[in-house]
């Protein structure tokens, strides 16, 4: 038992049954070949040089209409492209291979479309083969994996912006190069225990309540007695929590150094609220407060961390914030729009 045909580099190719056992009945093996056609999902029909259907197997929507006619079915313009391309086979003995895309109620349903000649002994065409297999799931997934690979791409060139532009600005206030060091890895740091968060996330975000403690704990080496976080635990975006990481990172330092901190019975204070705007819009007012020395903090000079609090950080968020040092106490206020986060 043998089927001729025209390999895909157009050489002749001889598909038999290999060992078939005596016992076996070609009616065996027709009933094994259905099963297997069904269980994959492979749909096959046969047609004459005249375009006739001599056979069918597994046939089913959009490949067959109740007369088993897939013209029927299929929209015009694939009905014409694959019937032009079963012409052009059945005149040049070549075989092609398509892509068919059909419209369906969930989005477009793909097949994978094989055309063969079938040649006689002496070489002739005597029909045509085609054979479908649906292949929706796998283009979605390579669809899938696509645009996860822009959103990738899109988001490590906003990383390396964020980076290029804390080096800029680390150097512009840095008194020496181990200075530099020192700051410049401490936000690196920062901007990677952030980083953590949002990529377990699967690129979505991350929790403030998590961030924030993340980012202090990275400091205090207990972070339930050092931290009093209130109020509202909203999801922030992978841009809010990059750069709201960063804030709560300069504050950390700032009061391990010169606040609350520094001492081991000291705490700091955060409260989120979701405060409705003027315009009706929902958006996240973040406050940081803790006591510092009564000579006031470090933070009060004009150095990176004070200008990553005030202009940096909010500009990101399109937001608004504010610093205050006085009579012994420091108070961080941020305020976030609505697109920074979500609170479902």
Same mark, same amino acid.
């Given at each position: 038992m043998s089927f001729k045909s025209r390999d895909r580099q157009g050489g002749t190719r001889s598909d038999e049954v290999i060992a078939l056992h005596p016992a076996e009945s070609g009616m065996q093996l027709g009933r094994a070949l259905l099963h297997a056609l069904h269980n994959a999902g492979i749909s096959v029909l046969y047609q004459d040089r005249e375009m006739k259907t001599v056979w069918a197997r597994n046939m089913r929507a959009p490949w067959a209409s109740e007369t088993g006619d897939s013209n029927g079915i299929l929209p015009p313009a694939q009905a014409n492209r694959i019937s032009g391309a079963k012409r052009d086979v059945i005149a040049s003995g070549n075989p092609q291979r398509l892509e068919i895309g059909v419209p369906a109620e969930d989005g477009v349903r793909w097949f994978e479309v094989w055309i063969d000649a079938?040649?006689?002994?002496?070489?002739? @065409?005597? =029909?045509? /083969?085609?054979?479908?297999?649906?292949?929706?799931? %796998?283009?979605? !997934?390579?669809?899938?994996?696509?645009?996860?690979?822009?959103?990738?791409?899109?988001?490590?060139?906003?990383?390396?912006?964020?980076i290029q532009s804390i080096a800029t600005q680390t150097g512009r206030y840095s008194d020496g190069i181990g200075d530099f060091l020192s700051r410049f890895r401490g936000r690196l740091q920062s901007l990677a225990s952030s980083q953590d968060l949002v990529t377990s996330s699967?690129?979505?975000?991350?929790?403030?309540?998590?961030? @924030?403690? =993340?980012? /202090?704990?990275?400091?205090?080496?207990?972070?339930? %007695?050092?931290? !009093?976080?209130?109020?509202a635990n909203p999801y922030?975006?992978?841009?809010?929590?990059?750069?709201?990481g960063l804030a709560m990172h300069e504050l950390a330092v700032n009061s391990v150094s010169y606040g609350a901190l520094s001492r081991p019975d000291g705490f700091v204070e955060v409260t989120a609220?979701?405060?409705?705007?003027?315009?009706?819009e929902v958006a996240l007012a973040l406050t940081w407060a803790e006591a510092v020395a009564t000579d006031g903090a470090q933070l009060s000079r004009k150095r990176f961390g004070s200008?990553?609090?005030?202009r940096v950080v909010p500009a990101s968020l399109n937001g608004t914030a504010s610093l205050e040092i006085a009579d012994g106490r420091?108070?961080?206020r941020l305020v976030a729009p609505h697109g920074n986060f979500a609170t479902d």
């Amino acid at each position: 038992m043998s089927f001729k045909s025209r390999d895909r580099q157009g050489g002749t190719r001889s598909d038999e049954v290999i060992a078939l056992h005596p016992a076996e009945s070609g009616m065996q093996l027709g009933r094994a070949l259905l099963h297997a056609l069904h269980n994959a999902g492979i749909s096959v029909l046969y047609q004459d040089r005249e375009m006739k259907t001599v056979w069918a197997r597994n046939m089913r929507a959009p490949w067959a209409s109740e007369t088993g006619d897939s013209n029927g079915i299929l929209p015009p313009a694939q009905a014409n492209r694959i019937s032009g391309a079963k012409r052009d086979v059945i005149a040049s003995g070549n075989p092609q291979r398509l892509e068919i895309g059909v419209p369906a109620e969930d989005g477009v349903r793909w097949f994978e479309v094989w055309i063969d000649a079938d040649h006689g002994d002496g070489g002739d @065409v005597q =029909g045509v /083969v085609t054979t479908m297999v649906e292949t929706t799931e %796998q283009k979605r !997934r390579e669809q899938t994996l696509t645009a996860l690979l822009r959103e990738v791409s899109h988001r490590s060139k906003n990383l390396l912006a964020i980076i290029q532009s804390i080096a800029t600005q680390t150097g512009r206030y840095s008194d020496g190069i181990g200075d530099f060091l020192s700051r410049f890895r401490g936000r690196l740091q920062s901007l990677a225990s952030s980083q953590d968060l949002v990529t377990s996330s699967n690129w979505r975000g991350a929790a403030l309540r998590e961030l @924030v403690s =993340g980012q /202090v704990g990275r400091y205090t080496t207990n972070a339930l %007695q050092n931290l !009093r976080f209130r109020g509202a635990n909203p999801y922030l975006n992978p841009n809010a929590a990059l750069h709201i990481g960063l804030a709560m990172h300069e504050l950390a330092v700032n009061s391990v150094s010169y606040g609350a901190l520094s001492r081991p019975d000291g705490f700091v204070e955060v409260t989120a609220d979701l405060r409705t705007t003027p315009a009706g819009e929902v958006a996240l007012a973040l406050t940081w407060a803790e006591a510092v020395a009564t000579d006031g903090a470090q933070l009060s000079r004009k150095r990176f961390g004070s200008v990553a609090l005030e202009r940096v950080v909010p500009a990101s968020l399109n937001g608004t914030a504010s610093l205050e040092i006085a009579d012994g106490r420091l108070e961080y206020r941020l305020v976030a729009p609505h697109g920074n986060f979500a609170t479902d």
